[in-house]
C-alpha cells in the first residue's frame, strides 16, 4: 500500500512537471525583437483530423539569427485537443520564447494575431464536437468535397491587426493573459508532437528561411504538412512586414567610436582664431583643412602681418640700389578668402630700418674712399 502511494504521487509529480514545462518559457533570451511576420495564405487543409499551426520566428544561437518556421496542418495527437501556438515575449532584459503546446483549451498566445482563426485571444477556426473537429470555412482553407464536417461563422475581429510578432517591450503588444487563459495554462499539456519537432528543425537547417536572407519574406512561408518544403503546394510570403535590418547591419551603418561624424554641427564648438592672425602663428587646431598648407602661394601672405622672423632676405645689402624703395614693389595679389578684412599696412608706412640699413651700406665705399685721400694732421707733407 505504501509502495502504490508513492508510485501514485510521483507520477503525478512527473505529470505535474510535463505540465509545467509545456507552458515554461525556452531558455533563451534575445537582446532584440523578432521580425514582423510575414504575409502569406493558408494552404488547402490535407484531410479530416488536421489542425492548423501558424507559422513564427525562432531563434538559432549558431547562425545568431531569426529564422522562419513555416506554418502547417497538423494532425492532432487526441481527439478533443487545440493547439496553442508559440509566442515571444519581454522579459525584462531581453525577449524570451514561449514555447507552444496541446491542451483541451488555447491559452495565452500574446496576443499575436496569426490569422486563421488565431487572431490574439482565443480560436475561432474550428471546435470538437463528437469525436470529430468541425472547420469554420470563413477562416479556413478546406475542401468541402473531401471534407464534411464544416460550418460558416463569420468572424468579428475587434481586435487591431497588425503584423507584430511579441508581446510587451518596444512596440510590443500590450495584452495580458485574460482569466480563462490562465485557467487553461494550469491544464494538462502536450509539447510539440515529432513531426513539428522535425518541421522546426528543417526550416533551421534551411539557410532560406533566414531573416537576414529573407528579409522577412520567406519562400516558404506555409506547408501543407510538416516537413513538407519541397511541395509543389508549398506557399511563399506575399509581402514581408516592416523592413527587416539584423543588428550587425544596422550597426554597419553608424559611424565608429573613434570617428567623428561628419556633421556640421560638430565643428560649432571649435575654438577659431581672428581671420587677421597670421596663418604662420595659428595653433595646429585652428589650421583650416579645405586645402593642404603647401599648395598656399607665400607671395598672398601679408608683408605687414610677418613677423621680422618670417621675412627672409637672400639679397646682399651692397646689391640694393639707393633708390629702391618699397613702393615699388607691386601689391600681391591676394589669395586670401573675400571675408578676410584687408588689415595689411600700406606700403609707404612700413618701418624703415631697411632704408636705414640699405644706405650707410651703398655710400659706406665712396666716403671710406674720401677719408684715406685726406692727409692726417699730425703727418707731416713730404719734403
Request: glycine share 8%.
Amino acid at each position: 500500500m505504501h509502495i502504490r502511494f508513492i508510485r501514485t504521487l510521483l507520477f503525478a509529480l512527473v505529470m505535474l512537471c510535463l505540465s509545467a514545462a509545456s507552458f515554461a518559457q525556452i531558455g533563451i533570451s534575445i537582446s532584440f525583437a523578432p521580425p514582423e511576420l510575414p504575409v502569406y495564405e493558408q494552404p488547402l487543409c490535407p484531410g479530416d483530423g488536421y489542425l492548423w499551426t501558424p507559422g513564427y520566428w525562432a531563434y538559432a544561437n549558431d547562425f545568431d539569427d531569426y529564422y522562419w518556421v513555416p506554418g502547417t496542418w497538423v494532425m492532432a495527437p487526441e481527439v478533443g485537443l487545440l493547439w496553442t501556438p508559440a509566442y515571444w515575449g519581454w522579459g525584462g532584459n531581453g525577449y524570451v520564447f514561449y514555447d507552444g503546446y496541446w491542451g483541451p483549451h488555447v491559452g495565452f498566445y500574446g496576443g499575436i494575431s496569426y490569422g486563421y482563426g488565431y487572431y490574439g485571444e482565443g480560436y475561432e477556426g474550428g471546435r470538437w464536437d463528437n469525436g470529430h473537429f468541425f472547420y469554420n470555412r470563413s477562416v479556413n482553407n478546406v475542401n468541402v468535397t473531401v471534407i464534411h464536417n464544416v460550418y460558416n461563422t463569420t468572424v468579428v475581429n475587434s481586435t487591431t491587426v497588425n503584423r507584430v510578432s511579441y508581446n510587451g517591450g518596444n512596440g510590443g503588444i500590450s495584452v495580458r493573459p485574460r482569466p480563462q487563459e490562465e485557467v487553461a495554462a494550469r491544464e494538462k499539456h502536450i509539447p510539440s508532437v515529432a513531426v513539428q519537432s522535425e518541421h522546426a528543425q528543417a526550416a533551421h537547417t534551411n539557410p532560406e528561411q533566414r531573416a537576414s536572407v529573407n528579409h522577412g519574406k520567406p519562400a516558404v512561408a506555409a506547408t501543407p504538412k510538416p516537413g513538407a518544403f519541397s511541395d509543389r503546394a508549398v506557399v511563399p510570403a506575399k509581402a514581408a512586414g516592416a523592413p527587416y535590418n539584423p543588428p550587425a547591419k544596422r550597426a554597419a551603418v553608424q559611424p565608429a567610436a573613434n570617428t567623428p561624424a561628419a556633421h556640421p554641427e560638430n565643428n560649432a564648438a571649435r575654438p577659431t582664431q581672428p581671420n587677421n592672425q597670421p596663418e604662420a602663428n595659428r595653433p595646429p587646431t585652428a589650421q583650416p583643412n579645405t586645402r593642404p598648407e603647401p599648395s598656399r602661394p607665400e607671395a598672398s601672405r601679408p608683408e605687414a602681418n610677418r613677423p621680422p622672423a618670417m621675412q627672409p632676405d637672400t639679397r646682399p645689402e651692397a646689391s640694393r640700389p639707393p633708390a629702391e624703395k618699397p613702393t615699388a614693389r607691386p601689391e600681391p595679389q591676394r589669395t586670401e578668402p573675400a571675408q578676410r578684412p584687408q588689415t595689411a599696412a600700406p606700403a609707404e608706412t612700413r618701418p624703415a630700418p631697411q632704408q636705414q640699413r640699405a644706405q650707410p651700406a651703398a655710400r659706406a665705399p665712396q666716403e671710406q674712399k674720401h677719408q684715406d685721400e685726406q692727409p692726417k694732421k699730425d703727418e707731416k707733407p713730404p719734403r
